[in-house]
């Protein structure tokens, strides 16, 4: 049976993301992962986190603040000195050999928010 799994705020922590889908059990391929956004700045693995997560087959993705800047230096290299400094400038180590178009599509398909299994 598919299980719900809820992760939020890996800051381009790959090695953090994959453990703790791993000592979870989660499965790829079954499971539904609610991301709660943030998978951008801090540590300089954000290209492989979001590889990891665009894997999930049954992914609920929420828009981070962290993703919400990193867009504009994805789409159009510009770069803001307060986003640069609270984590932006891992997230370009992350992409020395350029942004691919699916991870910036991944991150403008991210949902502001999500009302899953809403109960009355």
Known sequence: MAKKFVLGDIHGAHRALRQCLSRSGFDYAHDHLIFLGDVCDGWPETRE??????RIRHLTCLLGNHDQLALPWMKMGQIVSSWFNQGGE???KSYEKGVPASHIAFLENALPYA????RC
């Open 90 to 92: 891992a997230t370009m």
């Open 115 to 118: 009302i899953i299994g809403a």
């Open 49 to 54: 986190s979001i590889e990891e997560l665009m």
